[in-house]
């Protein structure tokens, strides 16, 4: 308590400068299209039509990569695929180097080529070792990835175990940017401290006989110290918490064990006027793999081949494959495009996913947690693209959260930042209700309309006669709405200063 000091002012208006953009935009946003939609739409599968600065590019990602999915058109593809025999008797199938061939003919001419040659030369074998890097210092989107898959968390539901671990003294404050240790933090203690879990104790003795390593420099975002356990646990003792308990613990001991070292050795052959390789991997050092066992490199012994050795060709194939489109969108690969382009932060990203769960904008796949956008959730993203783009546009967000990251450094006026902003999307609104219609237009071929639906009146009131009234009519009453939301936040400002 001796050594308490004042709160950064800056970084204060900072947040309530956020809060209140998003609070004001975003109600000002939702009751309109959740009342407008669901006044003429029977089966939205949604009471609230929501929208959110963080959370509206946080679907559109997931809605790109669907569009992506379909369309895609695939386009076949050619290998040369040799089958090698050595003196010894064993077969071989190696790699082409030239990986494909997009064009049948000319991996047909290839085809003949290498049917013409009836041996193959090793023409040489070279041996490289390589490191995998342990990892840094555990950070918030660090973890939230690695629960969703490795774990099978939901983001939202991690948070969640994470804050009871962390109000039942078991590890640090969860809600960080930091992937780098203090100074003068003691890694010794808290190493000693896991190894009086039975589980841990074996490995915690052999880090400090060989000492620790240094741990990776990472970032210092200047808010918490990294993610690590405070306090020794069973499993029976945590029970649902267990799983995330043991990773935090698992994942700091990584970091301050050696990296992992594997050779890796690959033979070159020529077969005709091609070339051709073969690859084995030997671990020498597991390193960090002992404990996270999901990173270790996969090993594979190399066949009895020596260089200038002559090989029998048993066949050579030309097989026709396929691209194929990428995958949806996984939460772990969804948490990274937030963190790359500053939609959310450490703490709200769990929460912008989960929204968008919530409001059956998207499901979530029972393997591998992929993220599958609904209908509803496609129509909105391409709705809100035929209207005005920047409406989905990460970089629209991130430009913000520039200038509150300015506010909270005092290069930037709070004032100034949150009225130009305001003006920005008060626009924006003007001319989203003005073009709502196009919106509409896109529903209309994919939900029923509600008079066709057996519901006589909307969630909310009775239909409105006119298209065009019902539009002046919402303009008026959220134009009214975004100047009462600003006197509310000003009065909680007040209160809370006072």
């Known amino acids: 308590m001796a050594t308490l000091i004042r709160p950064n002012k800056n970084e204060a208006l900072s947040v309530d400068a956020r809060m209140e953009l998003d609070l004001r935009i975003g109600c000002a946003f939702t009751r309109f299209q959740t009342k407008y939609f669901n006044g003429k739409f029977g089966d939205l599968n949604s009471a609230t039509i929501s929208f959110g600065p963080c959370q509206t590019p946080t679907l559109a990602f997931c809605v790109r990569r669907h569009d992506e999915i379909q369309h895609f058109k695939p386009e076949p593809y050619w290998v040369p695929t040799p089958t090698l025999v050595t003196p010894s008797g064993e077969k071989l199938m190696p790699a082409w180097t030239k990986h494909a061939v997009f064009n049948r003919q000319v991996g047909e001419l290839i085809l003949k080529n290498l049917k013409d040659s009836k041996t193959a030369l090793v023409t040489s074998i070279s041996t490289a070792e390589h490191t995998k890097a342990r990892p840094g210092a555990l950070n918030t989107v660090a973890l939230l990835r690695v629960a969703s898959s490795g774990l099978g968390l939901a983001p939202h539901h991690t948070m969640q175990l994470a804050e009871r671990l962390y109000t039942s003294g078991y590890i640090s404050y969860p809600r960080t940017e930091t992937s780098s240790y203090p100074d003068n933090f003691d890694l010794k203690a808290v190493a000693q401290e896991i190894g009086k ?6 490995i915690v003795q052999g880090i400090l006989q060989k000492g620790i390593q240094k741990p990776k420099k990472g970032t210092d975002a200047g ?16 029970g649902e918490s267990w799983r995330l308990y ?17 050779m890796e050795t690959t033979a070159a052959i020529s077969l005709g006027k091609e070339e051709f390789k073969i690859t084995a991997t030997k671990v020498i050092d597991p390193g960090f793999t002992k404990v996270l066992e999901h990173q270790a ?13 002559i090989l029998k060709v048993e066949e050579v194939r030309l097989i026709e494959k396929k691209t194929t489109p990428p995958d949806y969108l996984t939460e772990s690969e969804l948490i990274k495009l937030m963190e790359e382009n500053s939609v959310g932060t450490d703490a709200s990203i769990p929460v912008h996913i989960n929204n ?22 496609i129509m909105l993203v391409h709705g809100y693209e035929k209207i005005d783009p920047d ?10 959260e520039k200038q ?50 057996g519901k006589p ?9 006119s298209q065009k009234f019902t539009r002046l009519f919402f303009f008026f009453f959220f134009s009214c709405l975004f100047n009462l939301l600003g006197l509310a936040c000003v009065g909680m400002s007040v209160c809370l200063s006072t």
Do not use: W
């Open 391 to 400: 409406l989905v546009l990460a970089t629209m967000r991130g430009a913000v």
């Open 246 to 262: 043991d990773y935090v613990c698992r994942h700091f001991l990584a970091t301050i064990m050696n990296d992992c070292k594997y």
């Open 197 to 202: 879990t039975n589980m841990y104790a074996g």
């Open 404 to 453: 509150l990251n300015l506010i909270a450094i005092g290069q930037a006026d709070f004032g100034a930042v949150r009225d130009h902003t305001l003006k920005i999307f008060k626009a924006k609104f003007r001319y989203f209700v003005e073009k709502v219609a196009l919106m509409e237009g896109l529903f209309e071929g994919s939900f029923t309309a509600l008079n066709d639906s």
């Open 356 to 377: 968008i769960c919530q409001r059956n904008y998207v499901t979530v796949s029972p393997t591998g947690r992929k993220l599958i956008p609904t209908t509803l959730g």
């Open 297 to 309: 490199v996969s090993t594979s012994d190399m066949m009895e081949i020596k260089e200038k050795m």
């Open 223 to 238: 808010d918490h110290p990294p993610i690590t356990p405070t306090k020794a646990a069973t499993e029976a003792v945590l």
């Open 457 to 465: 009146f909307s969630r909310y009131f009775l239909l409105l006669p």
